[in-house]
């Protein structure tokens, strides 16, 4: 258990459809990123959130959005879905966001298994 | 910009080799660390070794080792002693600082089979 908690674990839905990730960082890390992984390929950055605040966009699509609440879990939001949305989407956490000393690994969930029909 | 490269798509080793996966990178900043991550089949992401840019020696922890040659912006994943549970998709990342706040972009990977 790497201490990074996503739900769901899987989540079937139809095209056009909205769903909400969730996401609950390792104790203590206030940073929360959101990556995706399509079939067979690498990470593609999504977005970023420092204890509340967003502080980096990657190429997250205008049909996702995301937050970062006070008890610092995160959702993302994907809305108006599409067959190339079906993905795997993971939440990491760290410690930091700016210049600290130390590793600042990032420590990933399980993953949110999407698929969209 | 910040690139990292990750050019074998698949190797294969046999038991109890060795086997190392390379991986270049690109950036302009002075301080940046670099990370290798195993993604087995299962799907989850699983941090194995870092490097920081300013480190002096190699980083290793147990079967892994990350030979990093900083002239030329590589850090090669060494795993000695292959066994069958390596099997599985390894991605190499960079951390980088854009506007005051890490970044961190990952390679395509590497697939490795480990054969009995």
């Known amino acids: 258990d790497s201490g990074v908690t996503q739900t769901p674990k899987h989540l079937i839905t139809a095209t056009g459809q909205r769903v909400t990730l969730r996401c609950s960082p390792r104790?203590?890390?206030?940073?929360v990123y959101w990556y995706q992984q399509s079939l067979d390929q690498g990470l593609q950055f999504l977005i970023q959130?420092?204890?509340?605040?967003?502080?980096a966009k990657g190429n997250i699509l205008e049909r996702f959005s995301a937050q970062q609440f006070p008890d610092l879990h995160s959702e993302l939001n994907l809305s108006s879905l599409e067959l190339g949305d079906s993905a795997l989407y993971f939440c990491?956490?760290?410690?930091?966001?700016?210049?600290?000393?130390?590793?600042?690994?990032?420590?990933f969930g399980a993953g949110s298994r999407l698929t969209v029909l | 910009a910040q690139k990292i490269t990750q050019t074998q798509p698949g190797m294969f080793v046999q038991e109890k080799e060795a086997v190392t996966l390379d991986c270049t990178y690109d950036?302009?900043?002075?301080?940046?660390?670099l990370f290798w991550y195993k993604q087995p089949s299962s799907g989850e992401m699983i941090f194995l070794i870092y490097?920081?840019?300013?480190?002096?020696q190699n980083a290793t922890e147990g079967r892994y080792s990350l030979n990093f040659q900083k002239a030329r912006k590589s850090a090669n994943l060494v795993i000695s002693a292959s066994q069958l549970g390596d099997s599985a998709m390894y991605f190499c990342?960079?951390?980088?600082?854009?506007?005051?706040?890490?970044?961190?972009?990952f390679g395509t990977g590497t697939r490795l089979k480990v054969l009995a």
């Open positions: 990491a956490s760290s410690t930091s966001t700016g210049v600290s000393s130390g590793a600042n690994v990032l420590t």
């Open positions: 104790s203590g890390d206030l940073s």
């Open positions: 959130y420092y204890n509340g605040e967003e502080r």
């Open positions: 950036t302009s900043d002075p301080s940046y660390g």
């Open positions: 490097q920081g840019s300013y480190d002096q």
């Open positions: 990342a960079m951390r980088g600082t854009t506007s005051g706040t890490y970044k961190y972009i």
